[in-house]
């Protein structure tokens, strides 16, 4: 199957070019950007990104873990310190909120690994479609297509100010 | 011998002309290293070697070469421990609190302050071991299954503190790392050898897709939101190790916000004392300047404001509460033995970063170098003036004392900074300094802004 890969000067003119491949059925679609755009976030995949989930997962698992690793641990071993409660609830806020950070943080990692798909291909071996122009300062999107479509594409591209456009797979 | 033939132009410079001028500029940093840098470095690890062999040393013969006497035990180690945590708050403050404020001006200086972090978080960890003397116990800090059955006691702002460090350390380190996968790829892209091999691990198949760059922005919008209270707690948490004693001069309510913007202070300083120098050498004039600078002070100046408040305040209710030990602790420290301390604290932090009034100063390199490394040395100071002179008077006349570093808490001392500015000469030619991948957002917005407005 046939691969174009379209470079491109802006982040806006991918946007456009992607959303008007999707609507037009192509799906074998990637975007390849040196920067974090806004406008390019959304385009293949409009569901927000789950990476919250793990933060949020991660800051509530600390904040239980925190208070009741203090508690147990203190009533386990019961030492009476001036007439106060073995657990002292109002200290323990220090560990859990610390807990709740460090989890919270480690998620957000594990978050960004398994959401973004890393580590990503095999060791030292990038995508056929990748270029190190998109490391630099260019954007890339490549379209995966039959080979009835690659002029159309390939017209598309270009009318979407696509500098180049080079056929990566045949 | 005959010197080996000129290597073909493309073997010199790794980055190729057609490269963009930002990943050229930036990576360039990283390449080759002058017979000053090895100086440098040489003179660091000698240093570093120095008070690597008095810390043995004093683990050999025990904590009696250092100068604690009665009844000053906490010294030069915490007075420096509690500055290198200090200075470790500007790499998060400028990472997480000004990304989430969109400061954009944070781009170009936020990478080599959240290393800054690290590296100081590193320093000062080190210096609760030295400080334990018996290092080989230190591990009892931690609660772990032991055959007593004993447990930590959470009620103590010493555990609170060994959580709010190790938290932060990780968390900084997380940051740090989030950050720099993309530039390592960038990096893995355009190098050769033993470097593309450890770039190509490092960068984990980066290759800056979609779906990438939407999970990597959510994970620094949701840390930044993780570490902004972080940055505020760990200080805070530090400043209660001394605040919930009973101590005249540390019993205050007002310790831990002053503490907070203190470390901001100290922060910022080192972190222009440290870019003042890189930026000339390697050339970076271009992508930080004066303004991230003039920028740097202004905060400078808000945070040296914010301290000057505490001082005033500290001794305001000093003089208002009527308490004897209190009055007399604080009159000790700016008339006792130590007033050299307590007045170098406070010409230094709140003299001279007044000069930051004028916009000629503040965008003045020299005076913002000598200013910032006048507030390093004034907050080193603040930390001595707190835990020294109030450890030296508490309530029993009888059991009053005068503390005097010794060369060995000197050395250790001297070592700090040399092992701080070590890992950051080694970290330059690992990795890159400046955010690359960041600076070129914000070319690519103005270019596309500047195209639009030419249609």
């Known amino acids: 199957m046939p691969s174009l890969q379209g470079v491109f000067d802006a982040p806006g003119p991918v946007a456009e070019a992607a959303k008007r491949l999707k609507n037009r059925g192509f799906s074998d679609l990637e975007i390849y950007a040196p920067a974090p755009f806004p406008e390019l976030d959304d385009v293949l995949d409009p569901k927000p990104s789950r990476v919250r989930v793990y933060t949020l997962g991660g800051g509530l698992l600390g904040v239980v873990t925190g ?104 | 011998m005959t010197p080996p033939p000129a290597l073909p132009a493309a073997l010199e410079h790794p980055h190729e002309t057609s490269d963009s001028k930002i990943n050229r500029d930036l990576l360039s940093v990283m390449d080759g290293v002058s017979p000053g840098y090895f100086l440098l470095l040489g003179t660091t690890i000698l240093v570093v070697t120095a008070a690597a062999l008095t810390w043995i040393y004093q683990i050999y013969i025990g904590l009696g070469i250092a100068g604690y006497t009665h009844p000053v035990f906490w ?65 009892f800090i931690l609660p772990y299954p032991n055959q007593r059955g004993l447990w930590v006691n959470f009620r103590s702002p010493l555990e609170w503190d060994t959580f709010a460090i190790s938290t932060y350390a990780t968390t900084s380190i997380v940051f740090l790392f989030i950050g720099l996968i993309p530039d390592i790829a960038i990096a893995r892209d355009r190098y050769a050898g033993w470097r593309k091999l450890l770039y190509t691990g490092l960068a984990l198949g980066w290759q800056g897709t979609a779906r990438q760059w939407k999970a990597h922005s959510r994970s620094v919008l949701h840390l930044s939101g993780l570490a902004t209270p972080l940055v505020l707690s760990v200080h805070s948490v530090v400043s209660w190790d001394f605040a919930m004693s009973i101590v005249p001069g540390w019993h205050a309510t007002i310790f831990a916000p002053y503490f ?185 917005h103005e270019r596309a802004h500047a195209a639009e407005g030419a249609h």
């Not at chain 2, 030069?76 to 990304?99: E, P």
């Not at chain 2, 400061?103 to 800054?116: C, G, H, Q, V, Y």
């Not at chain 2, 740097?296 to 100046?301: D, G, K, N, S």
């Open chain 2, 75 to 139: 010294g030069v180690y915490i007075v420096t421990f509690v500055f290198w945590i200090g200075i470790a708050h500007a790499g998060t403050l400028i990472s997480a609190i000004l990304f989430l404020f969109r400061a954009k001006w944070r781009n170009s200086i936020n990478r080599s302050a959240e290393a800054m972090t690290v590296m100081a978080v590193m320093t000062a960890g080190m210096f609760l071991g030295i400080h334990v003397g018996r290092i080989w116990k230190a591990y």
């Open chain 2, 260 to 444: 907070v913007a203190g470390a901001i202070f100290s922060g910022f300083a080192m972190v222009l004392t440290v870019m003042i120098p890189v930026r000339r050498v390697f050339g970076l004039e271009e992508y930080i300047t004066n303004y991230h600078f003039e920028n740097m002070a202004r905060l400078i100046l808000l945070t040296s404001l914010i301290v000057g408040y505490a001082y005033v305040t500290e001794y305001f209710v000093a003089w208002y509460s009527g308490v004897e030990a209190e009055q007399s602790a604080f009159w000790f420290r700016a008339f006792g033995p130590y007033w050299f301390s307590t007045w170098t604290m406070i010409t230094c932090n709140v003299v001279f970063p007044q000069l930051f009034w004028f916009k000629r100063l503040r965008t003045h390199v020299p005076t913002l170098f000598v200013v910032s490394t006048f507030v390093n040395i004034g907050m080193w100071f603040e930390r001595y003036v707190i835990i020294i002179t109030s450890l030296g008077r508490e309530y029993d006349p009888a059991v009053w004392g005068i503390y005097t570093p010794t060369w060995a808490e000197l050395t250790i001392f001297a070592g700090s900074f040399a092992f701080f500015a070590m890992l950051f000469l080694i970290f330059m030619k690992l990795l890159p300094v400046v955010a690359i991948y960041e600076v070129k957002e914000l070319a690519i």
């Open chain 1, 67 to 170: 208070y009741a690793m203090a508690i147990w641990m203190s009533n386990d071993w019961p030492a009476m310190i001036g007439g106060k409660p073995f657990a002292a609830i109002p200290t323990y806020t220090v560990i859990g909120f610390e807990l709740t950070i460090l989890f919270g943080a480690l998620a957000t990692l594990l978050g960004l690994l398994l959401v973004g798909r890393l580590p990503y291909g095999s060791f030292g071996k990038n995508d056929k479609g990748y270029d190190k122009r998109f490391s630099s300062e260019e954007f890339g999107l490549v379209v995966g297509c039959r080979e009835r479509d690659v002029a159309e594409v390939d017209a598309l591209l270009r009318a979407h100010h696509a500098k180049e456009v080079n056929l990566v797979e045949a």
